[in-house]
């Protein structure tokens, strides 16, 4: 070829852009995002403000709903009592002295260190639903099972403790009872055991006072009866209150410094940094990764019709209709056409005319050719393959006599 | 605005500090740091805007041939220029290398050739080039794409044309043979000159004899200046993959050897792909720009999934041949789609001219008829038969209407249509 014919572009110079024009262009790419972005900061910072912060956890301090206890925790508060609300028992361990009162609700999810760990704090202790730990904390009182007056109802003070005598009557679940001269039980059910009720305090130090059943502290029941008044004056005997609901996920249990440091106090204080570090470097990576040099080319390409398709589709449509018949006709015409034409026959050749032919060139009986060549249908997929490959010997036969 | 692996390198020096400095003040000191040593970087390179860029590529190239495309970048702004650049062309159009260092002083121009290897027939058009400079720190830069017109035309292979000279052999064969031993309706007359022993007697014009008082004898010659007109069928029987490559280009590199040939041989060639319109036409054309022309053409020419209309193709030659013409049908014979179109109307046309109808043959089938593995294959065999036989009887059925059928492989076809021509001219049935 000679020299080739080369076309030339006009200089080109920038894209036709200036910082002004690239500007109002990311402005507009970038302003409905932008805006979407503020809308849900704005939403969040809306969202984060006013409302002070309630959960669902049950007789927590923050929860109003019927099974909590924000109602109670408020009174409290604003009789100057401080409430102070935890989840585990190393804040606990931190808030709770002698001279608090540590209300336990429930005893669920306690271990028996977690109990120990709570009579060590040298704080009153006021157990609502709490048998199990009562048990273990003094031996003083029990909790009876479920089967003992289990039913809510109201119940009269029916002993000489002055934060009962002052509630008067209570509604109530469940029963203590009362193991040793040193504890005084209040509000017994109907037709309960000797010496149990609701209600059960065992003095000293540190005071230990038992509440059967959660009923007369959740928001539902507190306004019933004098259940108020007894929960009041039960937990508002010191300036300060901790209020302890037990946590499933409180690993900081009752083993203290002798089991040795914790995993997040084992990592060096410089591994957060490092993180961050990397993060920054991660950061930084993606940048660079991250713009293409140029966009990406696109092309259109031809349309793909892969040969044999429609072949195949067909042999798929006989197989799927059970067309054996059709199949080996298909193929008899084939090779008695081939042959035919070996042959030196016409292609209008007659059936018996061909049969002839072939059975000469082949030395086979002219009643197995016309058999084989005309013979009934196939009706089944090994009569099928039998029929080919019996017309490829016979092919193979005329090809080469 | 583009960050370099520097500026990567840069922000990882933060996890030394850190060690040195636990606090996590270090970290965002030196984050802030990386972003504005980064932003001022960015800011003092060169504008990638300011730099004129003139782009020379070739109109054309030869499919599989290799052709380059040159970039003249002129730094017209006044800060040096160092950066990478991508000129960027679509996949099929083979570009290599992707990106190129560049170092421009202010001023000057260096010029950036692209490699192209075309792997596929048509128009390729190059995309933007994109220019990304880098500061003086080397952290960050500027990026710009900017459209650079540029556009390559890729045309068909004719690799065919390495029958070509074997077939020219047999052309002249036929014109030395003329003057001795044929005369039939195969030769035309040429031309009287004086005896010379060893001429056939019967080539005596005895009446030119009478006239010169020497012994003349006639001359004979091929026939010349006929003509041959080529259908390409760009229908969607023609986009068919026919060994990894559609049936149209086996069909175009029967076209180009044949038109080839013709020109050669004297005869005017006219071309036509059509589907339901007309995609490409050359008509006209004197023999020495013809093959530029067709090859140009036909490079454009893609299958589209659509049914050819064939009246419409009968109407175009009507119209454009008023007198005996050899027309040469490039589709395939497809049974369904030969029945429904072409055979109604290819009567109008074998009642004027000769036409051929050349097809490429699907080994595929060929294959598939032959399997025997399991019931499975033995029913696609039973398909790929019944597909032979119909093939075979709307054959026939062309033949009967007086139409030369041709079937071959991609890799035969222009060839057999050569030499079909070749017989054709020889028979005199031009």
């Known amino acids: 070829m000679s020299t080739p014919v080369l076309t030339r572009s006009a200089p080109v110079v920038g894209d036709g852009t ?358 009934p249908p196939p009706t089944d997929d090994s009569a099928l393959t039998r029929l080919a490959r019996d017309l490829d010997d016979l092919e193979s036969e005329v090809q080469h006599p | 605005m583009a960050l370099t692996w520097r500026a990567v390198a840069l922000a990882a020096l933060a996890v030394p500090l850190v060690l040195l400095v636990p606090a996590t003040g270090t970290v965002l000191l030196w984050a802030l740091l990386v972003v504005l040593a980064c932003i001022l970087d960015a800011a003092l390179a060169a504008s990638p805007r300011r730099v004129a860029i003139e782009r020379a590529v070739p109109a054309s190239v030869r499919l599989t041939e290799r052709a380059t495309s040159t970039l003249t970048l002129t730094n017209v702004g006044r800060r040096h220029l160092r950066g990478l650049v991508r000129d960027a062309w679509p996949p099929s159009a083979g570009a290599g290398p992707s990106r190129q260092p560049v170092d421009l002083p202010p001023a000057e121009a260096r010029r950036l050739t692209t490699t192209l290897v075309p792997t596929r027939r048509g128009d390729r058009v190059a995309d933007r080039v994109t220019i990304r400079t880098v500061g003086p720190l080397r952290l960050a830069g500027r990026q710009a794409s900017i459209d650079v017109p540029g556009r390559l035309r890729v045309l068909p292979e004719f690799a065919s044309r390495r029958h070509l000279p074997s077939r020219l052999a047999r052309l002249r064969e036929l014109d030395g043979r003329a003057a001795v031993q044929v005369r039939g309706p195969g030769t035309e007359f040429d031309s009287l000159r004086e005896y010379v022993v060893g001429d056939d007697v019967r080539a005596i014009d005895w009446r030119a004899t009478a006239r010169r008082g020497d012994v003349v004898v006639r001359t004979w010659r091929p026939e010349r200046d006929r003509r041959v007109f080529v259908v390409v069928d760009a229908g969607r029987t023609s986009a068919v993959r026919v060994l990894d490559a559609p049936r149209l280009d086996a069909s175009i590199e029967a076209a180009l050897l044949l038109a080839a040939l013709a020109s050669r041989a004297g005869d005017r060639v006219e071309l036509l792909a059509y589907d339901r319109r007309v995609r490409a036409r050359v008509a006209g054309t004197g023999a020495p720009r013809l093959m530029s022309g067709l090859a140009d053409a036909l490079a454009t020419v893609d299958a589209e999934l659509v049914e050819t209309d064939w009246s419409g193709v009968v109407a175009q030659v009507q119209e454009r041949l008023s007198q005996r013409a050899l027309v040469v049908l490039l589709t395939a014979l497809d049974p369904a789609a030969v029945e429904q179109g072409l055979l109604g109307v290819v009567g109008q046309l074998t009642a004027r001219h000769q036409v051929v109808l050349a097809s490429v043959a699907d080994p595929e089938v060929a294959e598939l008829r032959a399997a025997r593995d399991d019931a499975a294959a033995v029913f696609d065999a039973a398909a790929a038969e019944r597909v032979g036989l119909e093939r075979q009887a709307v054959a026939t059925r062309l033949r009967q209407r007086g139409v030369e059928v041709l079937e071959a492989l991609p890799d035969e076809l222009a060839p057999r249509l050569a030499d079909t021509y070749l017989a054709l001219k020889a028979a005199g049935r031009l």
């Open chain 1, 18 to 375: 200036t910082a002004r024009t690239r500007a109002a262009g990311r402005w507009r790419r970038w302003r409905v995002l932008l805006a979407i972005v503020v809308g849900l900061v704005l939403v969040a910072l809306l969202a984060a403000l006013p409302e002070p912060r309630t959960s669902s956890v049950r007789l927590a301090p923050d929860n109003p709903a019927p099974d909590g206890a924000r109602a109670a925790a408020q009174i409290l508060g604003r009789q100057g009592v401080h409430v102070h609300y935890v989840r585990r028992i190393a804040d606990v361990r931190a808030a709770a002295h002698p001279g608090t009162t540590l209300l336990v609700a429930s005893d669920r999810l306690l271990d028996e260190d977690q109990v120990d760990a709570l009579a060590a704090t040298g704080a009153d202790l006021a157990l609502v639903d709490a048998g199990w730990a009562l048990e273990r904390l003094t031996d003083q009182l029990r909790a009876l099972g479920a089967s003992a007056s289990s039913d809510v109802e109201a119940r009269d003070a029916a002993c000489d403790d002055p934060d009962a005598r002052a509630a008067g009557t209570i509604t109530a679940a469940g029963a203590v009872e009362a193991l040793g001269p040193g504890a005084v039980v209040c509000f017994p059910g109907s037709g309960a055991v000797s010496r149990s009720g609701a209600y059960a305090v065992v003095a000293g130090s540190p005071r230990i006072a038992a509440l059967s059943d959660a009923a007369p502290l959740e928001n539902a029941g507190l306004a019933d009866e004098g259940n108020a008044a007894l929960v009041l004056r039960m937990l508002g005997r010191h300036r300060d209150l901790v209020w302890y609901v037990p946590s499933v996920d409180d690993t900081s249990g009752a083993s203290d410094a002798s089991t040795g440091p914790s995993l997040v106090d084992l990592v060096p204080r410089t591994v957060p940094l490092v993180g961050l570090a990397l993060l920054l470097v991660l950061a930084v990576a993606a940048l660079w990764r991250g713009r293409r040099l140029g966009r990406l080319v696109l092309e259109p390409l031809p349309v793909v019709v892969r040969s044999g398709e429609a072949t195949r589709g067909r042999g798929r449509l006989y197989r799927r209709a059970r067309a054996h018949g059709h199949a080996g006709a298909a193929l008899r015409a084939g090779t008695a056409t081939r042959c035919a034409a070996r042959l030196g026959l016409p292609r209008s050749a007659e059936p018996a005319a061909v049969v002839a032919a072939v059975a000469r060139a082949t030395g086979r009986e002219p009643g197995t050719v016309a058999h084989l060549l005309y013979g």
